[in-house]
């Protein structure tokens, strides 16, 4: 009751305590009292965090955990699919994490150069989109080195072994890919060639035959497209197929040094082919100044009747022309009579900067990649992809396109199996260029094809050129 006097025995007792405070070790009290300062703080803390909120504490909202981080990745052209469903996953990832991704993307032409220069500078992006291949992939970014290894993350028991060659090195996986496996094709209009009475060719001179029955119709036979400077490379290392099935053991003696490139003449014939083409005019007049991403409408408008490429150019040419929906068919590229199909278990695959801040952030976009839902997105929204390398992903190759290919022998391309093809590969469409405008021969691409592959091999000390 307010104004009530304390009782005797209380008073004691708070004397008693004050004096007993007073004997007590002034530095043992004020550990005491921090001691308590920090429990309280921790509780506080794990109130605050997620799932940890206690009965009667507020748990702190998901955007103010959010990362301030601004990730570069750097890609070439056709690096991506044109769909833009990669940016669109990495917007998804954003409004999760608050972790931006800011594509930085060159041409095809000069992004094998570049990447290295800031590699080599200290200046690489965050992620990396790099060609890789098992035989190319140390030359071109020296992932132990430079690269962050991703061989304890989750999502790699679950892609396709096949290509895990091509993203590794000493077994320890640095890279992450999601295209599947590629075949090279001839497409064909198939209107125009019933229109003409046209029959597939499976040989050169019929091949050649078909070509100058589409030219004497008014329209250009093929779509050849220099400017992106790797498309033009097509005819002489896709065929590889078809070389491996005249040589005994091919590869293995190329890359033992074992045999010379020079020996393989099929790809000089090819060259001759690829030259004969152009002056026939089969190309069309302004094929050295085209580019890939005009085939698709120059396709759809009926003016070309062909177009070499992977099978995944059918699926996105219907998806932005669907007039050519069931128009599309194909062929193997019968350069020197080939009749193999080309398979490529590699592709572009991303890398993460080992000299990156934001390792544990790029990581944690690989690992959204992975997930199935968005595994899921990544081949629905990439008209261009029939395929992912992933397990438990499906196909949307065509049915007919599948029994086509089942009916013929497949082989690996040359710049997977032989070394020192793939990181020339622009520089092989430089010399064909050089071809075209009449400025080089075929054997002369013969003798640079094989100087660059001697000095990358000695470049790169490899024992069997060295020694």
Known sequence: MKGRMPHKAS?????????????????????????????????????????????????????????????????????LPTSGVVQELAKEYEAQTGVKI????????????????????????????????????????????????????????RMNPIVLDGISVNSKVYGIQFNGIRRSVFFYNKKIFADLALQIPTTYEAFKQVCQAVKDSGLTPIYEATQNGWHQVLPVCE????????????????????????????????????????????????????????????????????????????????????????????????????QTVSSNPTCNAYFINKNSKY????????AFLAEPDSLAKFLEGAPNLVSLCWKDTPSKEKPEYEAYFNSLPAGVVMQVGVSYIDPQWMDIGKDIDAMYVGIMTPEEIMDNISLRRDELAELAQDPAWVN
């Open 11 to 79: 008073v004691y007792l708070a004397e008693g305590r004050q004096a007993r405070f007073k004997k007590m070790n002034l530095p043992r009290c004020i550990a005491a009292l921090l001691a308590v300062c920090m429990c309280l703080a921790a509780v506080t803390a794990c109130g605050s965090l997620p799932g940890g909120a206690q009965e009667g504490t507020a748990a702190e909202p998901q955007e103010a955990r959010k990362k301030d981080v601004t990730l570069t990745f750097g890609s070439h052209q056709s690096g």
């Open 102 to 157: 800011d594509f930085q993307i060159v041409s095809d032409a000069q992004w094998r150069d570049l990447l290295k220069v800031k590699l080599d500078a200290g200046e690489a992006y965050d992620i990396m989109n790099v060609d890789a291949d098992p035989l190319s992939l140390v030359s071109r970014i020296n992932p132990e080195q430079n690269c962050v290894e991703l061989t304890d993350q989750e999502w790699v028991s």
């Open 359 to 366: 390792v544990e952030e790029a990581k944690g976009f690989f």
């Open 239 to 338: 065929t590889g197929s078809y070389y491996v099935t005249l040589y005994d053991d091919l590869y293995e003696k190329l890359n033992k040094n074992e045999m010379n490139i020079k020996e393989v003449k099929e790809i000089e014939i090819i060259l001759n082919e690829m030259k004969e083409f152009a002056e026939l005019g089969f190309f069309g007049d302004n094929f050295m100044n085209q580019s890939v991403e005009g085939a698709k409408e120059a396709f759809a408008k009926g003016e070309v009747a062909m177009f070499n490429n992977d099978t995944g150019w059918a699926a996105e040419t219907e998806a932005e022309f669907p007039e050519t929906a069931g128009n599309i068919g194909i062929f193997v590229a019968p350069w020197s009579d080939n």
